[in-house]
T-cell receptor, first 111, second 112 residues
Framework: NAGVTQTPKFRILKIGQSMTLQCTQD?????MYWYRQDPGMGLKLIYY???????DKGEVPNGYNVSRSTTEDFPLRLELAAPSQTSVYFC??????????FGPGTRLTVL | KNQVEQSPQSLIILEGKNCTLQ??????????LRWYKQDTGRGPVSLTI?????NTKSNGRYTATLDADTKQSSLHITASQLSDSASYIC???????????FGSGTKLNVKP
């Protein structure tokens, strides 16, 4: 099992550009999550999904969108990138809402 | 307000020494508490998970304790190794499975 994979590893965006951060898990987990981690801070929940076709907002959803058309994939979309979205983004999945398995992260810089 | 506070913020120890990291939380209702290890540039990896009824859980040289009455947890690392250099994150889950509260972590540096 590859676990949770994320692409790209790094990305630099200009203000106003858009992009999609990809997340895939091969563990058949129902629950998937997107977090951002700013330097020296704890992870903050952006969006989560409890199953295909179901998504909901977390603590900091503004400026982001998600979709969950399959169990495996949970892409995160930034429509109009802003410098405040410079961060490291982690995707995670969970079988039953308890232990989470994290991907390696995507480091995004918005200039 | 549901919060997770970790201390110290950073710690430097010599290889072979022991250390203890602290986690205090105010999350209610409490479901479980996890300790994660996050290597630089990597995602967090679970070390231990404890529920309300568990006082101690070990994973090799890592031993976590939980006092649900005082809402405190600690992570004790025995005979530290250079590979223990990482950030250690305390995460508390409320009864709602989507509510995970993350501490900001303790950055541990093990020097030879």
């Amino acid at each position: 099992n590859a676990g949770v994979t994320q692409t790209p590893k790094f990305r630099i965006l200009k203000i106003g550009q858009s992009m999609t951060l990809q997340c895939t898990q091969d563990m058949n987990h129902n629950y998937m999550y997107w977090y951002r981690q700013d330097p020296g801070m704890g992870l903050k929940l952006i969006y989560y999904s409890v199953g295909a076709g179901i998504t909901d907002k977390g603590e900091v959803p503004n400026g982001y969108n998600v979709s969950r058309s399959t169990t495996e994939d949970f892409p995160l979309r930034l429509e109009l990138a802003a410098p405040s979205q410079t961060s490291v983004y982690f995707c995670a999945s969970s079988l039953n809402g308890n232990e989470q398995f994290f991907g390696p992260g995507t480091r995004l810089t918005v200039l | 307000k549901n919060q997770v506070e970790q201390s110290p913020q950073s710690l430097i120890i010599l290889e072979g020494k022991n250390c203890t990291l602290q986690c205090n939380y105010t999350v209610s209702p409490f479901s479980n508490l996890r300790w994660y290890k996050q290597d630089t540039g990597r995602g967090p990896v679970s070390l231990t998970i404890m529920t309300f009824s568990e006082n101690t859980k070990s994973n090799g040289r890592y031993t976590a304790t939980l006092d649900a009455d005082t809402k405190q947890s600690s992570l004790h690392i025995t005979a530290s190794q250079l590979s223990d250099s990482a950030s250690y994150i305390c995460v508390v889950s409320a009864n709602n499975f989507n509510k995970f509260y993350f501490g900001s972590g303790t950055k541990l540096n093990v020097k030879p």
